[in-house]
């Protein structure tokens, strides 16, 4: 939804069943976007996302592990010098309500996982 000149909102919400051998199959997420246009060369963008797996050893994520709750929130800010060209630096954190990311050391987990990623993209 554009709500004005400079900025706009989505939401976006998810939610899945499947029948399986161990009965049925639930899972359910929501996300909130939200963008703001600084100038005709940049923009700043939010993220915040949460995802429910609750059946099994999380069915759909493969966490194994009943429950599986995941939430991340981003920050993005995007450069467009001209228009074939879009540079995009993003920070990322990812939750968990278990240990299942690796941790830096590979002897161990934990439940965040925070990302830096600097992105090129060239449209043609």
């Known amino acids: 939804q554009q709500v004005s000149d400079a900025f706009s909102v989505a939401l976006n919400a998810d939610y899945g069943q ?3 051998t161990g009965g049925l199959a639930l899972w359910k997420g929501v996300a909130l976007y939200g963008k703001y ?3 005709s060369v940049c923009a700043l963008a939010v ?3 949460v995802y ?3 059946t099994f050893d999380g069915y759909t994520t493969g966490a194994g592990y ?3 709750t995941f939430q991340e929130y981003t920050l993005t800010y995007d450069y467009q010098p ?3 060209l879009l540079i995009r630096l993003e920070a990322r954190d990812d939750f968990a309500n278990a240990r299942i990311f690796n941790s830096s050391d590979g ?3 934990k439940s965040s996982q925070p990302t830096l990623t600097l992105g090129v ?3 043609f």
Request: hydrophobic share 30%; net charge neutral; charged share 15%.
């Open 121 to 123: 993209v060239a449209t």
């Open 18 to 20: 499947a029948g399986t």
């Open 37 to 39: 246009t600084l100038s």
């Open 52 to 54: 429910y797996d609750p």
């Open 66 to 68: 009943p429950k599986a």
């Open 82 to 84: 001209w228009s074939p």
């Open 107 to 109: 002897l161990s987990t």
């Open 47 to 49: 993220r915040g996302e």
